[in-house]
Nanobody, 112 residues
Framework: QVQLVESGGGLVQPGGSLRLSCAAS????????MGWYRQAPGKQREWVAL???????QYADSVKGRFTVSRDNAKNAVTLEMNSLTPEDTAVYYC??????WGQGTQVTVSS
């Protein structure tokens, strides 16, 4: 079974940027798509972005224009570039394969 490890989270000021990475234990080409999700304190987990094997990208309205999902084939990873961060982006960010495997998450905190 594939294993996913997210990294890159941390504390950032409003307006700042972070780049998350989701490294897979096998080629991400083995999956129809990879997704990013997030869960804020006291809220349900929500979908953030999706990248298909063919390169199609899709984003939640709340992050469109600010977040970019990409792939790093050399590292079997999917990345999430996050810009213009606001406190509302504070959450644990998870990646997930199209087969339903989740990573352990990485905390993103946006605060001054």
């Amino acid at each position: 079974q594939v294993q996913l490890v997210e990294s890159g989270g941390g504390l950032v000021q409003p307006g700042g940027s972070l780049r998350l990475s989701c490294a897979a234990s096998e080629s991400i080409d083995n999956f129809n798509h990879m997704g990013w999700y997030r869960q804020a304190p006291g809220k349900q987990r929500e979908w953030v972005a999706l990248l298909t094997r063919g390169g199609f990208r899709q984003y939640a309205d709340s992050v469109k224009g600010r977040f970019t999902v990409s792939r790093d084939n050399a590292k079997n990873a999917v990345t999430l570039e996050m810009n213009s961060l606001t406190p509302e982006d504070t959450a644990v960010y998870y990646c997930k394969t199209s087969t339903g495997i989740w990573g352990q998450g990485t905390q993103v905190t946006v605060s001054s």
